[in-house]
């Protein structure tokens, strides 16, 4: 790798040679260590140490409960799927605003080269892995294709291989069990890591994660679970009693306790002779106290996870499309809230990296091409199609830029086919300023249009008689019917359908003299 240095996403310098091996690449420590699980044998007592010990800097444990919360209750692990996957869209890469030719060719190149980064979408479902847990780490190998730097693997790494360390800002860095320079554990390498930090709420780091909301209702849950497991082991089984003789021996007495657990386990047994088995009603019980408190458990948790309970089946009896509708939005303002952050976090620490590694972001960072994940709505469309027409005809003036960004249709280009329907345009006349206006230089006029000019000298004589004596008739005319019947004193004779053609010309004439007159005032006023 070259020995320039090249400035981070910090603004600070860093050197290119430091990135030819992953950072964990001799962490053998990290690699073959096992992790734990906090969730064997639960206490309230226990939770808190684990919160506590959290809050210092030592997040391993805290961690570990995360992971185990996750994969051991089903409806947690639902919901952050639901969610998680919610992110996993359509992406591009778009040059910063107002940029140049050179950032919008950058931006291209940059594109080119993103789609054929291997498996996109696991490194995307990988980081959001930080929405529940607070943050995740995925750890980036560099490799050489042909003359650009791309990424070989980026390779998501437990939460529990980092801690964190309090100084002017908040600082992850990697748990070695020692020091650099006074301070514990070992700076993330610039380049060599996406950090991804999703807030579910504001504050430090460790108290900031989304389960850091759950690990009470967990605890609570499973307690519920345990009890509703032992209620149904003692109260759902029929009791069963054995009696033995007086003058059994202690031989005999365990063959019949032996009998009796076959009995229940296997729904068959024997007995010696003499001795009797009973079976008496279970114990009656009622299970809803503890699925009550299952149920507020898993509503709770819908409601930290995804805003509402309506989307996730946890309130099936009073679930309605239309309410059902009003929690969805509420969902899709959460994913709208992940996908800035993912599009932040992506565009610093994964696009930034392949353009500055490859040269492809000369002014560094602020000017660099940014990574956008597409969540526009498909039925979106239709509200546009019909609300931006009604916009531009009262006097907004939106972009075509922007209506095809926010549309997310891209724009053609050089000679691309484009969809679209060819309407009928009919110019105004020959010689009128709107003809200038809207018909560019050199452009041939429609037969009909081009003969306006010939037609209007041919018929001016006639057409200035008619209209004289049509004129004068009005003038003299008190009443519609007047101008009726001086119509008819000036073609006496006529028949009914002769009469009909006639008015047919004569607004035909007025037509003609009225297009005449305006062509005559246009030619006054460009003379």
Not at 154 to 173: K, M, V
Not at 301 to 313: D, E, F, M, N, R
Not at 469 to 488: F, K, M, N, T, Y
Request: charge should be negative; aromatic fraction near 6%; include cysteine.
């Amino acid at each position: 790798m070259a020995t320039s240095r090249i400035l981070g996403p910090d603004g600070q310098p860093i050197s290119l040679p430091d990135l030819e091996e992953p950072q964990t690449a001799r962490l053998g420590s990290l690699q073959h260590e096992m992790q734990s699980h906090p969730t064997r044998g639960l206490t309230p007592s226990k939770l808190a140490r684990i919160l506590d010990q959290a809050e210092t800097g030592d997040i391993t444990a805290q961690s570990d409960l995360f992971e185990d919360m996750e994969e051991k209750d089903g409806h947690i692990g639902s919901e952050m799927s639901k969610r998680r996957r919610a992110c996993l869209l359509e992406w591009d890469i778009v040059p910063p605003s107002n940029a140049s030719a050179v950032e919008k060719r950058n931006a291209d190149a940059l594109a080119e080269m993103m789609t054929d980064l291997p498996d996109f979408e696991d490194i995307l479902f990988d980081v959001t892995d930080a929405i529940g847990k607070g943050f995740t780490c995925s750890e980036i190998e560099w490799v050489r294709l042909g003359k650009w730097w791309m990424p070989k693997t980026i390779t998501h790494r437990p939460q529990s291989w980092f801690q964190l360390y309090r100084g002017y800002r908040q600082e992850l860095r990697l748990r070695t069990g020692g020091a650099v320079d006074g301070i514990p554990g070992e700076a993330l390498q610039p380049f060599g890591w996406i950090t991804h930090i999703h807030k579910a709420k504001s504050g430090y780091l460790e108290r900031s994660a989304l389960f850091r909301q759950l690990v009470w209702t967990y605890l609570f849950k499973n307690y519920s679970v345990g009890d509703l497991a032992e209620f149904l082991e003692i109260y759902g089984i029929p009791l069963r009693v054995g009696k033995y003789p007086p003058s059994a021996s202690e031989k005999d007495k365990a063959t019949l306790l032996r009998a009796l657990v076959g009995v229940g386990h296997n729904a068959a047994g024997i007995v010696p002779e003499g001795m009797l088995l009973e079976f008496h009603d279970a114990a009656t019980g009622d299970p809803a106290a503890f699925e009550l408190m299952i149920d507020w458990c898993e509503k709770n948790q819908s409601k930290v996870i995804l805003g509402g309970t309506l989307t996730s089946g946890a309130d099936g009896k009073s679930s309605t499309n239309a309410l059902g509708n009003v929690h969805n939005e509420v969902r899709k303002d959460l994913r709208d809230g992940d996908i800035r952050q993912l599009n932040s976090t992506l565009s610093r620490y994964l696009v930034f990296a392949v353009a500055a590694m490859n040269g492809l972001a000369p002014d560094g960072l602020r000017r660099a091409p940014q990574l956008r994940l597409n969540a526009q709505e498909r039925e979106d469309l239709k509200a546009y199609a019909d609300a931006l027409p009604k916009l531009v005809a009262i006097g907004m003036r939106p972009t075509v830029q922007w209506a095809h960004e926010t549309l997310g249709i891209p724009q053609a280009e050089g000679g691309e086919a484009v969809l679209g329907s060819q309407a009928a345009i009919v110019p105004p006349p020959v010689g009128t300023a709107a003809a200038s206006a809207v018909l560019p230089t050199g452009t041939a006029l429609p037969p009909p249009v081009a003969m306006l000019p010939q037609l209007s000298r041919t018929t001016a004589p006639a057409v200035a008689g008619w209209i004289d004596q049509v004129r004068a008739l009005v003038e003299r005319a008190g009443s519609l019917e007047d101008i009726r019947d001086g119509l008819e004193l000036l073609l006496p004779g006529m028949t009914l359908d002769q009469y009909a053609a006639a008015m047919a010309e004569a607004l035909r004439a007025a037509e003609l003299a009225g297009r005449y007159e305006v062509l005559q005032e246009a030619g006054g006023l460009h003379g």
